[in-house]
């Protein structure tokens, strides 16, 4: 006889479908098309009247001037205390993270479907700089996807493994920008950069691969932690760690580590080579 | 969740990679519970393929509050009960296609399992409502309090549902009931 809350556990966690595929990558592509049309027929120099209206209410004008508050003052405290009792001054690790000139790291996750579904064994290995990113998605110890951009030549390239198809694309002007603007939640120093404009705290040294570290804790509005740990000795992040409980109870984490920070990456060291047989998209 | 805060501040942004990063992480858990709402495979993406053009369509302009998956799961129920009317407005009632089934073919295995596919059949029997208040509930992670809102209803409604719903699908599940 089983109970409600067997039933309940075998919907939240055995009854899954999945989409194919081909078509999964279909529907991304038509996805994404639209976005970019919807970019297209609205410009950028429409967005400011977006901001003169919500700045006309006088209670998002508080949370606004309050936020810029926090922020500043967590970037004195990051100037004035830490400098003084530990060893990592962290606005020197953001310095550091934003000059390096590239980084290979490694992602791997739990509880959502990527960077990995098979933990601890799937991963994601990235290489980034300012002009190039490259990143291989590893399943069941199987190279799956490669994605590559080089924004200095504005091309694109996937390779689909699972499916031994690749892809090759100019970037537009604008996909460039963008990619420029931002490189996404995996990027060390977007996670730095977000964790110290949150509300955060410093933890314990400890020693990781022999390394003493020094990290600090971050916590989002809805209790999603963030930590990220540095080397004392080379002022660089080595492993950096999300977590978060979403409302169905499912945990989820995002561990980076096995950083290399500060390698000079050139495109004909990480530009990806398409294998015999593979056919274009 | 720290990284949906994240992906819905870069997608305002324009970032193609947290709309791809959108797309991965919810695609599946959309289309289970399209599939659950549904019980027809076709339709089920057809859902879930609207939604995320849409999506796709006004993330600049994005102004969910609390997670992506649930802010997704009631756009996919709003476009399930649109597909609903639309299909009862198009076909005659028939006794035999109150829940509409589809025979999963060799090329789209979609149960793995014979569990699965007994919890499929089953949670295609039960009542609309009951059906929308599980699926939204297991599937979508919604609050009770949310999913009152979505259907209209008080709270006390909703986990009436819940509760009627997992009884009658353990029920269905332990033999108790004629299908």
């Known amino acids: 006889m089983k109970s409600r809350k067997a039933i309940a556990d075998a919907i939240r966690k055995k009854w899954n479908f999945t989409v194919d595929s081909p078509l999964r990558d279909q529907l991304l592509a038509h996805a994404l098309r639209e976005q970019e049309q919807s970019q297209e027929t609205e410009p950028a120099v429409n967005r400011p009247a977006i901001r003169r209206m919500i700045m006309k209410n006088s209670m998002v004008k508080l949370g606004i001037a309050a936020v810029i508050l926090a922020v500043l003052g967590i970037g004195i405290v990051e100037f004035l205390g830490t400098g003084g009792t530990s060893g990592v001054v962290w606005a020197q690790v953001a310095k550091n993270v934003e000059a390096s000139r590239g980084v290979i790291f490694r992602v791997r996750g739990t509880g959502s479907r990527d960077p990995n579904g098979d933990w601890p064994n799937g991963y994601t290995i990235h290489w980034r700089s300012a002009a190039l990113s490259r990143a291989d998605w590893y399943r069941n110890g199987q190279i799956h996807r490669t994605i590559y951009t080089n924004l200095d030549t504005k091309t694109l390239i996937g390779v689909l493994h699972d499916h031994k198809m690749y892809n090759k694309e100019a970037l537009s002007d604008e996909r460039v920008q963008q990619a420029r603007a931002g490189k996404g939640w995996t990027d060390p120093q977007e996670l730095l950069n977000l964790a110290l404009s949150l509300e955060h705290h410093a933890l314990a040294p400890k020693t990781i691969n022999g390394v003493l570290c020094e990290g600090i804790e971050a916590t989002g509005p809805d209790g999603s932690t963030g930590r990220i740990w540095v080397a004392v000795e080379t002022g660089y992040p080595v492993l950096t760690e999300v977590e978060g409980i979403d409302k169905g109870g499912i945990r989820h984490t995002s561990t980076g580590d096995q950083f290399r920070w500060n390698v000079d990456l050139l495109a004909e060291g990480i530009e990806p080579e398409i294998p015999a047989g593979y056919e274009p998209l | ?179």
């Not at chain 2, 302009?61 to 992506?68: H, P, Q």
């Not at chain 2, 035999?96 to 007994?118: F, H, K, M, N, Y």
């Not at chain 2, 353990?170 to 009931?177: A, F, K, Y």
């Open chain 2, 1 to 179: 969740m720290l990284e949906d805060e994240w992906l819905k501040w870069k997608l305002r942004r324009g970032s193609r990679e947290a709309l791809a990063r959108v797309y991965e992480k919810y695609v599946d858990a959309m289309l289970t519970l399209a599939m659950g709402l549904l019980n027809q495979r076709a339709t089920a993406e057809d859902v879930v393929q609207d939604v995320f053009l849409s999506f796709a369509r006004s993330a600049k302009d994005l102004r969910a509050r609390g997670s992506l998956r649930s802010y997704l799961a009631t756009c996919v129920l709003n476009r399930v009960r649109d597909s609903r009317r639309q299909r009862q407005r198009r076909t005659v009632r028939d006794a035999g296609l109150c829940v509409p089934t589809e025979s999963p073919g060799p090329e789209r295995a979609v149960v793995l399992a014979e569990e699965t596919a007994r919890l499929n059949q089953a949670v295609a029997e039960l009542p609309e409502e009951q059906r929308e208040v599980v699926l939204l509930r297991l599937k979508a992670n919604l609050k009770f309090r949310d999913i009152a809102k979505v259907q209209q209803t008080s709270v006390n409604t909703v986990l009436g549902r819940y509760r009627y719903g997992l009884d009658r699908l353990r029920s269905l599940l332990n033999g108790e009931v004629e299908p």
